[in-house]
């Protein structure tokens, strides 16, 4: 069954009243911050905080991510350790610009892997890529570890690096998220988009998935639970693209038995790229199922 | 973290926050040789010995022998307590050596 990655709700790591109940709105990824959203002086205590809630509160099926401090800062060696022997699933680390950023956060996994007896390379990891280094080098950096599950954009930092500010229509994005979906498909892992901020202006932030959805994106961070069901409609096939989908299976199979490899379905040719596009349907129809079950009602 | 008898609160210290499901935990140096917790909470009458045992379980494990704790609890799970905790006591006696490989 296909990994969903379609959305990744951003929580906190300080904020212990979000944290506990986080995993009820639906998001198929949490990411606990421990960088950005939490003041310097607080790195211990929200440190501590995620750590115990890794290992207290069932977010069922809810992938854990934790995003830690960068290995440069004087918390990020020690992030790294807590969450690893918290057991969290996925380390995600912010600002890569290199694969050797990925290679010295391996390094410190494994370390926290072998002291505290989880098996080694069970951690997983993933990319932030929030600066034009990290895009140059998206591809080098996707295949550096085999932990890596996704690369993912960080665009208010990468605005910043280019000297520019982000936009509606997204224009100063284009490169970027085209580079890091080639670079993901590439590497055969999943790539996440950057947040839509504003969180009242839902019309845009569902324009703006689509338009990843069809650059190739995997899924969105979201900051607010508010954005994770429109971002969701938007990946769910609909219940005509999930039976255009098996029709176009049925007649490959057909064809195959007959021993003909070219088929014709509704007066369009049948080839490998379209049946490969239905599976890939159907697998996101069936990894979706609520949220379908729910839309065919 | 080893149970060391001399590990003593050099600095009044606070960890957590007033915030619905947080607990706020403040630190001092106690005179008696007991964890001293005083508790202030809206569901102080369902979970108050609770909470209270919660806070002086954290504290002994960390290896804090004597304090007096003000604790201001906004309904937060134990988790949180344990957090705040271990976080107030690391920084009331600059211990920072939490054992990550204990059971939370």
Not at chain 1, 15 to 37: K, Q, R, T, V
Not at chain 1, 205 to 233: C, M, W, Y
Not at chain 2, 42 to 68: C, D, H, M, P, W
Not at chain 2, 72 to 98: S, Y
């Amino acid at each position: 069954m296909t990994k969903l990655r379609r959305s990744m709700l951003f929580v906190p790591g300080n904020n212990p009243g979000m944290m506990s109940d986080a995993h009820i709105y639906g998001s198929d990824a949490l990411m606990f911050d421990l960088e950005d959203s939490v003041t310097l002086r607080e790195k211990d205590a929200a440190r501590l905080l995620v750590y115990h809630a890794l290992k207290t509160i069932h977010y069922g099926e809810c992938e854990r991510v934790v995003r830690v401090n960068p290995l440069n800062t004087p918390y990020g060696k020690a992030d790294i350790e807590a969450m690893v022997a918290a057991g969290v699933e996925v380390i995600r680390l912010p600002k890569t610009e290199t694969a050797q950023d990925i290679c010295d956060t391996e390094a410190e996994i494994m370390r926290a892997e072998q002291k505290y007896g989880i098996p080694i390379g069970q951690t997983r990891m993933m990319a932030a890529i929030e600066g034009a280094l990290g895009v140059i080098n998206a591809y080098a950096i996707a295949t550096a570890s085999p932990r890596l599950v996704a690369i993912a954009l960080g665009a208010e930092d990468y605005c910043a690096n280019l000297k520019t500010t982000r936009s509606l229509e997204g224009s100063e994005l284009q490169y970027a998220r085209g580079a890091i979906v080639v670079a993901a498909r590439a590497a055969g892992i999943d790539c996440i988009d950057t947040v839509y901020s504003d969180v009242n202006n839902e019309e845009q932030l569902i324009k703006e998935t689509q338009a990843i959805k069809q650059l190739g994106f995997d899924g969105k961070s979201v900051i607010n639970p508010r954005q994770i069901k429109p971002v969701h409609r938007v990946f769910t096939p609909t219940h005509e693209e999930f039976v255009k989908a098996q029709r176009i299976l049925a007649a490959s199979r057909e064809a195959e038995q007959r021993g003909s490899g070219v088929v014709a379905l509704d007066g369009k040719m049948i080839d490998r790229p379209v049946v490969i596009r239905a599976e890939r349907t159907l697998e996101l129809a069936y990894a979706s199922r609520t949220v379908f079950e729910e839309e065919e009602l | 973290m080893e149970v060391s008898s001399d590990m003593k609160v050099t600095t009044p210290a606070s960890a957590g926050t007033m915030e619905s499901g947080d607990i706020l935990i403040e630190i001092e140096p106690g005179e008696q040789r007991t964890v001293e917790v005083v508790l202030k909470s809206s569901v102080a009458n369902e979970f108050g010995k609770q909470i209270v045992a919660t806070i002086q379980r954290a504290v002994e494990e960390f290896g804090l022998e004597y304090a007096v704790i003000n604790a201001v609890d906004k309904g937060a799970l134990d988790c949180t307590i344990r957090a705040r905790v271990v976080a107030a006591c690391q920084r009331a006696t600059g211990e920072d050596g939490f054992d990550w490989g204990k059971r939370a």
